[in-house]
């Protein structure tokens, strides 16, 4: 082929990342420039020194933590499986790492470095054909996001070595299956099922990974987004609710929840419920602005919004949509009026407003949420 050594090329998409302290290309398009012709060397070729930075960024992330709000308990910190001796963190820097983006069932002898941005609570089942339990992830690296799941063994195996926010590097063999869109709301086609032998190691260096990704939907754009979609939304904390309960009639368990408002600079607003000890705990200023991953759009009032227990809360972001919104609300948007998509004519004032009717069990329970 045209790729050989002693050609020249021109990267068109990489991305950088550090193992063990040494920074490495990963290479995902390049165009050989023939017209160069090839070269042995250019000039004197230095290594690039990697400084290890041992201050992790502070992250502003909120999880769920479950509908319940119960939070499993963090189990000790492990550098490796002790069931996965024959491999070892210098073998794992050797890797062929990946880019998620890159992975499907074609992919073979892969690692991937990822951030655990969720972990949900172990599930159990029961029916005909058996029982069993599972929990899953979500993962995350530069290139983009994906689920993976662990069943029984693989559960009882990996679940207290991932921790939410963690650096890990996760080894092939490894399902990489396609994704069932009902369980799941990452951008993938494709999800991971960890396997005997996959092999999961907390990677020393837990910086240089995403701590979220976001792919907004303005409030403005909520009544063109069909009902049940899951998205991600930001926007100014304009007003929070009182927490109060709910009785399921069918567990007759309560569940704890919490109203707010939303606004953003399409001068729209929007009541987005969160649950269980999110709900209870839920301590941020208003006009403070929250990014939400996660989100279950119904038409319920025209369009509300209701944090799934797969989501999350950033409070505050350090990203453009965040500074850019807090400068717009600063500048004009405290004394704006906004429209409601529950009534589109009418509206809210600047200091609050006009309710709109809380969820019945019903619309809580198509929501999966109760």
């Known amino acids: 082929g045209k790729l050989r050594r002693g050609v020249f090329v021109r990267l068109k998409s990489f991305q950088t990342n550090t193992v063990k302290n040494k920074r490495i290309i990963i290479v995902l398009d390049l165009e050989v420039l023939e017209e160069l012709g090839e070269c042995d060397k250019l000039g004197q070729p230095q290594a690039l020194d990697s400084k290890s930075d041992d201050t ?10 479950g509908f319940y709000g119960n939070n499993a308990q963090a189990g000790p910190q492990q550098q490796s499986l002790p069931a996965r001796t024959n491999t070892t963190s210098s073998s794992t820097a050797q890797a062929n790492i990946y880019p998620i983006e890159a992975l499907s069932p074609y992919a073979h002898k892969w690692t991937i470095k990822a951030r655990v941005t969720n972990k949900s609570d172990i599930k159990t089942w029961h029916n005909k054909n058996g029982e069993g339990k599972l929990f899953s992830v979500n993962l995350l690296d530069e290139s983009g996001e994906i689920r993976g799941t662990g069943f029984n063994d693989q559960c009882d195996m990996l679940y207290d070595l ?4 963690g650096v890990y590097y ?4 490894c399902r990489v299956q396609l994704a069932k869109k009902q369980f799941t709301n990452l951008n993938n086609d494709y999800e991971l099922t960890f396997e005997r032998d996959t092999v999961v ?5 837990q910086n240089g990974v995403p701590q979220v990704r976001f792919n907004f939907t303005s409030i403005g ?11 991600d939304t930001i926007g100014i904390l304009k007003d929070v ?4 309960q709910i009785v399921s009639k069918t567990t007759s368990k309560p569940y704890d929840k919490r109203e707010l408002t939303l606004v953003d600079d399409s001068n729209f607003s929007v009541r987005l419920t969160i649950w269980g000890s999110s709900a209870t705990t839920f301590d941020v200023p208003p006009e403070s602005v929250i990014a939400f991953k996660g989100v279950k759009v119904s038409d319920f009032g025209g369009r509300s919004l209701s944090l799934l227990s797969s989501g999350s809360m ?4 350090d990203i453009n949509e965040a500074h850019k919104l807090k400068g717009w609300y600063d500048a004009q948007g405290r004394t704006d009026t906004f ?14 407003g006009r309710m709109d009717p809380v969820k019945s069990i019903l619309q809580v329970k198509e929501e999966n949420l109760g």
Do not use: C, W, Y
Not at 201 to 205: I, N, P, S
Not at 221 to 231: R, W
Not at 314 to 317: A, C, L
């Open 162 to 165: 991932f921790q939410e926010g």
């Open 241 to 244: 609710g009182e927490t109060s």
């Open 201 to 205: 190691e907390r990677a020393e260096e």
């Open 339 to 352: 429209s409601s998509h529950a009534n589109m004519g009418g509206s809210m004032g600047a200091a609050g």
């Open 314 to 317: 950033t409070v505050d972001p």
């Open 170 to 173: 996760i080894t092939s063999p």
């Open 56 to 65: 992790e960024p502070q992250s502003t992330t909120i999880h769920t933590g």
């Open 221 to 231: 754009d909520l009544q063109s987004v069909e009902k049940d979609t899951t998205i």
